[in-house]
């Protein structure tokens, strides 16, 4: 029997899910009856030993919290609402939690249309692959675990999940790879490190005596550039 783990959070947040994470083991799911959202994954209904069944289902909500802010900046983590079901059992576990309620417009649905009028299928979700990334990568869960967090990301948050990312590919170079240039990865690193740029944000107090930077990322624009390395990098270990 499926265990269900009850979720809440805001409406737009814990229905961008659904839209992620629709196929696979691992699934969002609404539930037309109760009007609610919930999540079923294979380690909840047999979690590892000595782990509880409730504690599986945190951590693999935290890691879908992590993937869903690679799609939307604005995405705020959903939390579990205590209630999970197994058929007609229902358990409650308490525990504490804290939901950042955040009102913003809804993402518009875009349907692509041939000129005959039909309508062109979504190409296959990348999603399920990247879930088993996080589920299998080290790295790749210390990186969701950082995205996950219920407040925006800072400069300091931004820059460990860019070193992250460096330790893991090595000496290959993220321009090399393809990801980026190298103008912009160093718009991202002085942005992240120099007074001059991000003010009292920024990871040090103090700027070197080196000439200004000629490029630069505002707070927004770091966030965007690090969710698409992260994606980048993890697709190419699906």
Not at 176 to 197: M, N
Request: proline share 6%; no cysteine.
């Amino acid at each position: 029997m499926t265990m269900k783990a009850w979720l809440e959070g805001d409406e737009i947040d814990v229905r961008a899910l659904t839209q992620l994470f629709y196929e696979g083991d691992i699934r969002v799911l609404h539930d037309a009856d109760e009007d609610a959202y919930y999540l079923t994954a294979p380690e909840i209904d047999n979690p590892p030993a000595d782990t509880k069944f409730y504690d599986a289902a945190q951590t693999r909500l935290l890691q879908l919290n992590g993937l869903a802010r690679l799609d939307d900046s604005y995405f705020r983590p959903v939390a579990l609402s205590g209630k999970y079901t197994d058929g007609e059992r229902t358990h409650q576990v308490v525990s504490p939690r804290s939901i950042a309620l955040a009102l913003r417009p809804g993402r518009p649905t875009v349907v692509v249309t041939r000129p005959d009028g039909t309508v062109v299928p979504d190409p296959p979700s990348p999603w399920p692959g990247r879930v088993k990334v996080a589920a299998t990568h080290s790295a790749a869960a210390r990186v969701l675990r950082i995205m996950a967090r219920n407040d925006d990301l800072d400069w300091y948050d931004l820059y460990k999940i860019h070193e992250i990312i460096r330790r893991d590919i090595e000496k290959k170079k993220l321009h090399k790879l393809g990801w980026t240039t190298k103008a912009r990865d160093r718009a991202f690193t002085v942005s992240a490190d120099r007074f001059e740029v991000s003010g009292d944000a920024a990871r040090h107090a103090v700027d070197s005596r080196a000439e200004p930077p000629r490029q630069t990322m505002t707070i927004d624009e770091g966030r965007a550039y690090i969710s698409n390395l992260v994606t980048q990098w993890m697709d190419s270990m699906i």
